[in-house]
């Protein structure tokens, strides 16, 4: 099992620039990836951004330039530096862990984007 645990979410003004940070627990030495999912008010749950143990990343096109996803050394907490954040940006953001035996998601984090 891994644990996942969100922080760093709240009110932002647009523009703003937050960084959300996910810490992993458990299992750890399984994760081979984590990544950033958001899902904002009546839409389905999206793709935002994702790194490997290796440190290769992928990114969503609506965020890509905006975001960056980083990998702390311990390989245990996955970091989401968001920059130039617009009121469409506003969602709960979700952690995700990928192992060799399962795929794990945290409680999520509400980022509400607003003036």
């Known amino acids: 099992q891994v644990q996942l645990v969100e922080s760093g979410g709240g009110l932002v003004q647009p523009g703003g620039s937050p960084t959300l940070s996910c810490a992993a627990s458990?299992?750890?030495?399984?994760?081979?990836?984590m990544g950033w999912y958001r899902q904002a008010p009546g839409k389905e749950r999206e793709f935002i951004a994702i790194i490997t143990v290796g440190g290769a990343t992928n990114y969503a096109e609506s965020v890509k330039g905006r975001f960056t996803i980083s990998l702390d050394n311990a390989k245990t907490t996955v970091e989401l530096k968001m920059n130039s954040l617009k009121p469409e940006d506003t969602a709960a953001y979700y952690c995700?862990?990928?192992?060799?035996?399962?795929?794990?998601w945290g409680g999520g984090t509400l980022v509400t984007v607003s003036s």
């Open positions: 458990g299992r750890i030495f399984s994760i081979e990836a």
């Open positions: 995700k862990a990928v192992t060799d035996r399962a795929i794990y």
